[in-house]
């Protein structure tokens, strides 16, 4: 069969079940494959079914079908590789869904920005008061009160994954400070 054939068909095949689909199958991918897989897969696949090199001489609905097929294969890429998002994908996916839904991409990119920036890692007003005094003190050098803002910014929020792991380091810092040999 034509190649050219093969793949028309394969976009129209795709089409028909965009809906259906999830994005390790759009990606040609199993789902335990290793994350550095997804970028080789992801290029492999746009080349063979890009839009522009399959539109030549087609119908205007066919390029309407390439178009929506390339664009689903763009989400599969940005969901599938970064770990956090691939990781949020696959329990909605284990939950039946086959895209991930818009509001756990937006969870994601915030807790990415929260990594980026500590600074925005408090969820309610009092506990960012402490938390930011506590993150000031930490900048600061001064831990044994990095320690206690922080313990107080972890009282109002005690599940934030953030505030456990600066507290953490300013208590070790307490610690080593204590250790050292006073001169």
């Given at each position: 069969?034509?190649?050219?054939?093969?793949?028309?068909?394969?976009?129209?095949?795709?089409?028909?079940?965009?809906?259906?689909?999830?994005?390790?199958?759009?990606?040609?991918?199993?789902?335990?494959?290793?994350?550095d897989a997804v970028e080789g897969?992801?290029?492999?696949?746009?080349r063979r079914l890009h839009p522009?090199?399959?539109?030549?001489?087609?119908?205007?609905?066919?390029?309407?079908?390439?178009?929506a097929v390339f664009r689903a294969?763009?989400?599969?890429?940005?969901?599938?590789?970064?770990?956090?998002?691939?990781?949020?994908?696959?329990?909605?996916?284990?939950?039946?869904?086959?895209?991930?839904?818009?509001?756990?991409?937006?969870?994601?990119?915030?807790?990415?920005?929260?990594?980026?920036?500590?600074?925005?890692?408090?969820?309610?007003?009092?506990?960012?008061?402490?938390?930011?005094?506590?993150?000031?003190?930490?900048?600061?050098?001064?831990?044994?009160?990095?320690?206690?803002?922080?313990?107080?910014?972890?009282?109002?929020?005690?599940?934030?994954?953030?505030?456990?792991?600066?507290?953490?380091?300013?208590?070790?810092?307490?610690?080593?400070?204590?250790?050292?040999?006073?001169?």
């Open positions: 069969m034509d190649p050219r054939l093969r793949e028309r068909i394969e976009v129209e095949t795709l089409h028909e079940v965009l809906s259906e689909i999830d994005c390790y199958a759009l990606l040609g991918l199993p789902a335990d494959a290793p994350q897969a992801f290029r492999a696949v746009s522009d090199r399959l539109s030549v001489g087609a119908s205007p609905e066919f390029k309407i079908q390439a178009n294969i763009g989400e599969a890429h940005r969901t599938l590789r970064d770990p956090e998002t691939r990781a949020a994908y696959d329990a909605e996916r284990k939950a039946g869904a086959v895209r991930l839904a818009e509001e756990s991409r937006r969870a994601v990119a915030a807790e990415a920005q929260v990594r980026a920036d500590p600074s925005r890692a408090a969820k309610t007003p009092r506990a960012d008061a402490f938390w930011r005094r506590g993150l000031q003190a930490f900048h600061a050098g001064d831990a044994a009160s990095a320690v206690m803002q922080i313990g107080f910014a972890i009282q109002l929020e005690p599940d934030n994954a953030v505030f456990q792991d600066y507290l953490a380091r300013a208590r070790q810092a307490v610690a080593e400070r204590k250790a050292a040999p006073k001169a």
